[in-house]
C-alpha cells in the first residue's frame, strides 16, 4: 500500500509529536487528521481536522478511520484497544497493534527484547510486597521499582537504596504490578533512532547522548561520545528490534554504555521520539519526515548526519524567557500549549556545529 499525493494520513494522539508530523506530512503534500482528547492540543492546531474524543469512543474512532488513507500514532500510550478499532474498520494502521502492546507493558517489553538478544539490565516482574521484597534482595539495595504500565518522564517510579521502607515504595506505587530493576553503573545513555519502511528498508540515525534531570530528557547530543563499533551495534540492535515488530515507521531503542562499551538496552519507544528533535536540522532527512514516508509506503529518505548537533528540551519555565532570547541561542521549536507548568515540555532548541 502506497499513499499518492494528496491523501489523508490519521494522528492518533494530539500533541507536539502530532504537530511535528503533521508539519513533516504538509511538506510531502498529504492532509492530517488528528484523534485525541485535547480541546486545543498542538496537534489539532495544525491538523485539516481534529477529533475531539476519548480512545475508547469506538463510533468516534470509526468515523476518524473512515476519513483516513492510512493511521499512524504519535505516542506509545494510546490504547491497544483503539489501534484495533481502527484496524477493524480495514484502514492500515502502521506501525501496528504489536509494537504498542510489548511497549506498553515494561515486562513485556524487556522479556521481547532478551527474546530478540538485546541484553537488558537485570530486572524482576513485582506483583506484591513479598515480590519486592524477594526482588530487592537478589538485584541488590540500589534500584528502581516502576509500574509495568503508564509513567514517563520519571513518573510512576521509585528510587529504592540500602534503607528504603519497601513496604510505603510498594504503597506509593498503588501497589500495582510492577517491574524492579537493577541499578547499572554506566557510563553514559545514548538512543539508536531508527527508521523502517513498509519494504523492510532501514535508515539508521547517529546514536545522540541522552542527558536527564529530574527524570526529563534535558539534552541530546550528537554525534555520542562512543566509539564506532558501539554506535553500529546500537544502530544494529534497533535495525533487529524493528524487524522482530514487523515495524513500519520509526523507532528509539535507549541503552545504557558501560564503561566497557557493552550496551544494556533500557527500554524503547514505538514513535519519533524527543531524543531525535535535532534530525530535521542536522541530517538530510529528518525523523518526522521518515515516518511520514514509511507509514506512506514511500521510500525512506537518507539519515546521514550533516553537522554535529545539540537539542535542548524546554521545560516548564524555559519557555518564558523573551522570544529574542530563545531565537538567539539556536533553532527554535514551540510546541503551541498555552498553559506553562513545572516539567511540561513547551518547546526545543538545536544548536549545530561542525562533525
Known amino acids: 500500500m502506497s499513499l ?86 480495514g484502514t492500515p494502521f502502521r506501525p501496528g497493534a504489536n509494537a504498542l502492546s510489548v511497549a506498553q507493558d515494561r515486562v513485556e517489553e524487556k522479556r521481547f527484547l532478551e527474546d530478540a538478544g538485546i541484553a537488558c539490565a537485570p530486572w524482576r516482574a513485582i506483583d506484591s510486597l513479598e515480590d519486592l521484597i524477594a526482588a530487592h534482595a537478589a538485584l541488590g539495595p540500589d534500584a528502581i521499582l516502576k509500574t509495568r504500565r503508564d509513567g514517563y518522564d520519571g513518573k510512576g517510579q521509585v528510587r529504592l537504596s540500602t534503607d528504603s521502607d519497601l513496604a510505603a515504595a510498594w504503597a506509593e506505587l498503588g501497589a500495582q504490578p510492577a517491574i524492579l530493576e537493577g541499578f547499572v553503573a554506566f557510563k553514559l545513555e545514548i538512543s539508536a533512532v531508527i527508521a523502517r519502511g513498509a519494504d523492510g528498508a532501514v535508515a539508521a540515525y547517529a546514536p545522540s547522548r541522552n542527558v536527564h534531570e529530574g527524570g526529563i530528557l534535558r539534552r541530546a547530543i550528537v554525534p555520542a561520545p562512543v566509539a564506532t563499533d558501539v554506535a553500529s551495534k546500537a544502530q544494529t540492535l534497533a535495525a533487529r528490534l524493528t524487524e522482530r515488530l514487523d515495524y513500519v515507521g520509526v523507532l528509539a531503542l535507549e541503552f545504557f554504555v558501560l564503561a566497557d562499551g557493552k550496551l544494556l538496552a533500557n527500554e524503547f519507544a514505538p514513535r519519533v521520539h524527543n531524543s531525535g528533535h535535532w534530525t530535521p536540522e542536522a541530517c538530510m532527512t529528518g525523523q518526522f519526515e521518515n515516518h511520514i514516508r514509511a507509514v506512506a509506503g514511500w521510500p525512506l529518505g537518507k539519515a546521514s548526519l550533516l553537522h554535529g548537533a545539540e537539542m535542548e528540551n524546554l521545560i516548564g519555565e524555559d519557555a518564558a524567557a523573551p522570544v529574542e532570547d530563545l531565537l538567539a541561542r539556536g533553532h527554535l521549536t514551540l510546541y503551541g500549549k498555552r498553559e506553562i507548568r513545572p516539567g511540561r515540555k513547551m518547546g526545543h532548541l538545536v544548536r549545530l556545529r561542525p562533525l
Open 4 to 89: 499518492e499525493y494528496g491523501d489523508t494520513i490519521g494522528i492518533l494522539g494530539d500533541g507536539q509529536l502530532g504537530r511535528m508530523l503533521a508539519g513533516a506530512a504538509a511538506r510531502l503534500g498529504f492532509r492530517t487528521i488528528s484523534f485525541g482528547p485535547g480541546e486545543d492540543s498542538p496537534a489539532g492546531q495544525v491538523c485539516g481536522r481534529h477529533f475531539t474524543a476519548s480512545y475508547d469512543d469506538s463510533a468516534a474512532l470509526t468515523e476518524f478511520a473512515s476519513h483516513c488513507d492510512v493511521v499512524t500514532v504519535e505516542f506509545e500510550n494510546v490504547p491497544v484497544s483503539a489501534a484495533e478499532t481502527v484496524i477493524s474498520t
